[in-house]
């Protein structure tokens, strides 16, 4: 499956920002999906996972209560609601296929991933 993000971008500590993930192909509603960030100089952390039902979802500790979640399998697409952003949560944002729902296990090729800078 070939993911494109979208929607990064410049936001001042406490705004927010919604990233969009678009997926290519007929799988992608049987895929759980999730949202992976890298902050430079760190390694790429998962941040939410969503199941390919929609039905259920998690997230990391850091950004529970701010970011959200969703997908739409009508639309091919996975969305990533962030509000309340912090400086901290500046980093490149991927989307990509997650293989167990509640273990980190990326699946498949990277995107580009989208820039999020928090800054004022």
């Known amino acids: 499956v070939q993911l494109v993000e979208s929607g990064g971008g410049l936001v001042q500590p406490g705004g927010s920002l919604r990233l969009s993930c678009a997926a290519s192909?007929?799988?992608?509603?049987?895929?759980?999906m999730s949202w992976y960030r890298q902050a430079p100089g760190r390694e790429r952390e998962l941040v939410a996972v969503?199941?390919?039902?929609?039905?259920?979802?998690n997230y990391a500790d850091s950004v529970k209560g701010r970011f959200t979640i969703s997908r739409d399998n009508a639309k091919n697409t996975v969305y990533l609601q962030m509000n309340s952003l912090k400086p901290e949560d500046t980093a490149i944002y991927y989307c990509?296929?997650?293989?167990?729902?509640?273990?980190?296990?990326?699946?498949?090729?990277w995107g580009q991933g989208t820039q999020v800078t928090v800054s004022s």
């Open positions: 192909g007929s799988a992608f509603r049987t895929y759980h």
């Open positions: 969503i199941k390919s039902s929609g039905d259920s979802t």
């Open positions: 990509i296929r997650q293989l167990v729902f509640l273990s980190p296990s990326p699946f498949g090729s």
